[in-house]
């Protein structure tokens, strides 16, 4: 019948009438009788395109098809057992997949996952973002996954086309993913959190058609690259289902959170300590702000305009909440604000909404007793399909792991699985292995050089110790005992702490420094989020020894860029930041030797060290070849203490 | 599979057709979202939203509207696309197409033209532009979601149990407009041409289906005319001869019923007033409604519905049940007035 009315569509059609009567008449002309059924039928079996349509229309057409193809490869069913289920996107060969906290909570640390290829595949959960709902993990036996690649989601337009892939109603019984299609409604969707967790900052909304079951799966552009992935959806009315209004988590808050997801942690977003409101004349101002915040420390106060946070310009509340919402605690941003006409701008180190046990606590499905407002989501906002329950099994004992799995989980209270995080440390400690001329150099180091402002500086590091000699005096550190005796700047103790471990990360690599993990990825450079492409992301490790807390940013090129040591906790730490190859450099310094080391403490800069000469030693006392012979560093400037 | 190709084929030769204008989409968007404002005022209590949209309809600040309980407020506040924030004053309303034109302090804004042009036909392909679920804040702009035209019918559509007043013509969207928050949101073709306005949230009074719908630009510039020029009145709208069918209170029969407190209220009468329909039909306090017109009527909100469904002139027949038994009362014709809001 629907094929019937379909036909007849086609023949209302001027173009298609006259096409058929071309064709009956060719068959008349061969004497060929036909009953007009049998054209009609005739007319069902050819395609559509033997009509007026016109090849760039079929080609664009073909386009979006095989588009449409290559995204549904990449989409994932993931199944929580009686749990319920929902979607998820690959997004590398080697198996990644993003989905929602709130698909994997249930299901736990093992999952099955179904891909359009109709194979079912064993996937471990790598890390949880609770309050992004977001959940990393990755599906095993395969090094050749079919995935998508996330776009730049700033890019992101509305009116453009879009279109999801997921398993809706858990209908992927064959692994098929649906598709749904629409257009970006929106940018910069704020959605309120129930409670502290399941907060969409900064969404992308979208009028295809996002369902239960939807959560998880990959938003897709015209290109099929991962502009977010799905999430939740305004309800009302008519029940759960879709009324037109889905929103996505963006690529590029994806992006964030990424280094700190395959890391294996439990990560946590970011508050500044401080609130904003808008006030009388419309200007976004700080409401109230907590002197133990690193904006205090920094000089932010109260009723300062905000103007800028991260390289975003703020002209609202919700312009805060939706920048401040994209941003994993830890990072550093740049906050501009305006006092009394002034212009300002720092850098803010921002504090974790949570704390550890509050983040493990909400994992476990455990009560989560926010301080904040209830958790009920305002009306008409609601997360989908939640009501999987919640059979979280904390940590599971690794023997009630599937056997395909067990390889590849670890339980470490603060951690998914700090599997993965084992994994991406030795990630990073090869890179800088791989870096090479430092690490064959395990002797005295001697570096000299000149401060910016001219005077002669000296450092001397090695496995006893470390010396700075600077005009106003010289300063030693036992490199063999605790290192937070020596308080950071003054002297400055902090930075030659800060540079033994340097040495000794370069020399021996993470695992015999001390509790050593992999952190996450951070921008190289904080002021990097004026950038067109945002921040470049860098790895960083995380090292607690000696009595202080270290972290180091590795490059991709395996090269240390900074270290930051704290003695304690609530402490300004130091902060040394290394410059690699400045042009007006003498370039016969190692590979791995930055030629510039800036020294910072809290809002002061203590020095910046410009390295003319390196001298490095082999071993305890054997000259290294191709550097400056030991003898000569006396003559070297500042040299001779 | 040919089904699909052509649908997919429709959707392809739209968007080309769309990218052979002179604006993509995406302009064509962000120029009609301009035109768009978001309207706070009344409400935020007991699902009734706080808010709603408008459409600039000249550059003078003009905005047009859909007449609801969000304008009920002392203070209405206008916000623009660029996030600029005015005071509205309501410069008149049109009760026929439930319309409402709110003025603004301000020149040279960006507007749509309202001409009472030609019709698109039903397949033209539209982007709606509302204030859906008031998400967007400030200088945030409004939410797109696109559509067809699925066809053009008259509005026979009901809002609790009160038919709507509009008659007319309006544009079936296939495309869900039916938000709280879309109301007055402008539907736009895909040259940004204003073809409609989001009309409020209703249910097919057939189907009981909830509506997307749009009110088509022509009935706008009536209405904005009919405004604009104080000729507007509730009179007009009813065509003549015809029996209104809006709201109906039994009150105008006479009949207090008991507070409507449960989800499922019985209709008990609470009291009479004397020398009303219902006292001379015989009712009394306590009688419990059961069926109006012999159809059975199971909660106070199902009596209300059955009376408003009846119209001006019907006979009012109700069964009610006194001391065990079932006593029919005729209560004569329903009086034409009652209408309440």
Request: hydrophobic share 45%.
């Amino acid at each position: 019948m629907r094929q019937i009315l379909f036909m007849r569509q086609i023949l209302d059609q001027p173009s298609a009438a006259r096409w058929i009567a071309a064709v009956v008449q060719a068959c008349q002309r061969i004497g060929v009788v036909l009953v007009a059924s049998g054209v009609m039928a005739a007319v069902a079996m050819l395609p559509v395109h033997a009509g007026d349509v016109a090849a760039s229309v079929l080609s664009a057409q073909q386009q979006r098809i095989d588009v449409m193809r290559r995204a549904s490869a990449a989409a994932v069913a993931i199944f929580a057992g009686e749990a319920g289920g929902g979607s998820g996107v690959l997004i590398s060969p080697d198996g990644y997949a993003l989905t929602n906290f709130h698909v994997v909570q249930p299901a736990g640390i093992a999952m099955k996952c179904g891909l359009a290829d109709g194979r079912l595949y064993d996937a471990v959960l790598v890390g949880l973002d609770p309050t992004g709902d977001v959940a990393l993990v990755k599906l095993l036996g395969r090094d050749d996954f079919p995935s998508a690649e996330l776009a730049d989601s700033d890019d992101v337009e509305v009116g453009d086309f879009c279109f999801a892939a997921g398993n809706p109603f858990l209908l992927a019984t064959d692994f098929q993913p649906s598709i749904s299609a629409g257009i970006v409604s929106g940018m910069r969707r704020y959605q309120f959190p129930a409670g502290t967790i399941l907060e969409y900052a900064d969404c992308l909304q979208v009028d295809a058609a996002i369902n239960p079951g939807n959560s998880g799966g990959g938003l897709f552009d015209a290109e099929g690259r991962i502009i977010g992935v799905n999430g939740r959806a305004s309800f009302e009315k008519r029940g759960r289902v879709n009324v037109g209004v889905g929103y996505a988590i963006s690529a590029n808050q994806l992006r964030h959170f990424l280094g700190l997801l395959k890391g294996g942690r439990l990560v946590d977003h970011a508050t500044m300590g401080a609130t904003v409101a808008t006030s009388a004349d419309g200007r976004v101002v700080v409401s109230d702000i907590l002197e133990s915040s690193d904006a205090w420390k920094r000089g932010l106060r109260y009723d300062d305009e905000i103007v800028s946070l991260a390289g975003r310009s703020v002209r609202t509340v919700n312009a805060f909440k939706n920048v401040l919402g994209t941003l994993p605690a830890g990072w550093r941003v740049p906050l501009v604000y305006r006092r009394g006409g002034r212009r300002e701008e720092i850098l803010v180190r921002l504090a974790g909404v949570h704390t550890a046990a509050e983040l493990a606590n909400i994992v476990e499905g455990k009560s989560q007793k926010p301080a904040g407002p209830p958790p009920s989501p305002p009306r008409g906002q609601d997360g989908p399909d939640q009501d999987g329950g919640h059979r979280q099994p904390g940590e599971p004992a690794q023997d009630s792991l599937p056997a395909a799995v067990r390889p590849f989980y670890e339980a470490r209270r603060g951690f998914t699985n700090h599997h993965f995080n084992m994994l991406e440390r030795g990630r990073v400690a090869r890179a800088i292995a791989a870096d090479g001329e430092l690490t064959a150099l395990g002797g005295r180091w001697v570096l000299a050089g000149r401060l910016a402002t001219g005077e002669a500086f000296r450092i001397e590091l090695s496995d006893k110790e470390g010396m700075i000699d600077l005009p106003t005096g010289a300063t030693r550190v036992d490199a063999t005992g605790e290192l937070d005796l020596n308080p950071s700047p003054p002297g400055s103790g902090g930075m030659l702490a800060a540079l033994l471990l340097w040495r000794r990360l370069v020399l021996e690599g993470p695992e015999p420094l001390g509790r050593t993990s992999y952190w996450g990825t951070v921008p190289a450079d904080p002021v990097g989020f004026n950038e067109a492409d945002g921040p470049r992301l860098v790895d960083m490790l995380e090292s607690s020894v000696a009595g202080v807390e270290a972290r180091f940013t590795v490059g991709g090129d395996g090269k240390v860029s900074g270290i930051e040591l704290w003695t304690a906790p609530d402490a300004d730490p130091c902060e040394v930041r290394f410059t690699f190859a400045l042009p007006a450099q003498p370039q016969d310094l190692p590979r791995g030797m930055p030629s510039i080391i800036e020294v910072r403490h809290g809002n002061e800069l203590f020095g910046e060290f410009r390295v003319e000469k390196a001298a490095l030693e082999q071993s305890a006392g054997e000259v290294g070849g191709g550097v400056l012979p030991a003898t000569e560093t006396g003559a070297l400037p500042g040299g001779g203490t | 599979m040919i089904r699909h190709t052509v649908v997919v084929t429709a959707m392809v030769i739209g968007f080309l057709v769309g990218r052979a204008d002179a604006a993509s989409p995406q302009e064509t968007i962000a120029g009609a979202a301009r035109k768009v404002v978001k309207i706070h005022g009344a409400g935020g209590v007991r699902g009734l939203e706080a808010y709603q949209t408008g459409i600039l309809v000249s550059p003078a600040g003009h905005i047009i509207t859909v007449m609801s309980t969000v304008l009920d407020a002392d203070e209405l506040t206008c916000v623009l696309d660029d996030g600029r924030r005015y005071r509205a004053t309501m410069l008149g309303v049109d009760p026929s197409r439930e319309l409402a034109v709110l003025s603004i302090e301000a020149e040279e804004l960006p507007a749509f033209t309202l001409a009472a042009s030609d019709r698109v036909p039903a397949g033209t392909r539209i982007f709606a532009l509302s204030n859906l679920f008031g998400v967007a804040v400030g200088d945030e702009r409004v939410s797109a979601q696109h559509g067809v035209v699925s066809a053009i019918v008259p509005l026979e559509a009901r809002r609790g149990s009160y038919e709507v007043p509009y008659r007319g013509d309006v544009y079936i969207l296939d495309c869900t407009t039916n938000n709280p928050g879309s109301p007055g949101g402008a539907v736009v073709d895909w040259r940004g041409r204003l073809v409609g306005m989001l009309g409020k949230e209703l249910r097919s009074s057939g189907s009981g289906i909830w509506l997307n719908y749009a009110i088509p630009s022509e009935s706008l510039a009536e209405g904005y005319a009919a405004i604009t020029s104080g000729t507007a009145s509730s009179a007009a709208a009813t065509p003549a001869g015809e029996p209104m069918r809006a709201g109906f209170d039994p009150a105008t029969l006479g009949l207090v019923l008991v507070p409507d407190l449960l989800d499922r209220t019985p209709p008990f009468i609470e009291t009479v007033a004397a020398e009303s329909p219902a006292a001379r039909a015989g009712l009394r306090p306590d009688d419990l409604v059961i069926a109006v017109g012999g159809r059975a009527v199971a909660s106070r909100a199902a009596l209300q519905q059955a009376l408003s469904a009846l119209a001006a002139g019907d006979v009012v027949r109700l069964s009610v049940v006194r001391s065990g038994a079932i006593v029919e009362c005729e209560l004569g014709p329903r009086p034409a007035s009652g209408r309440n809001r």
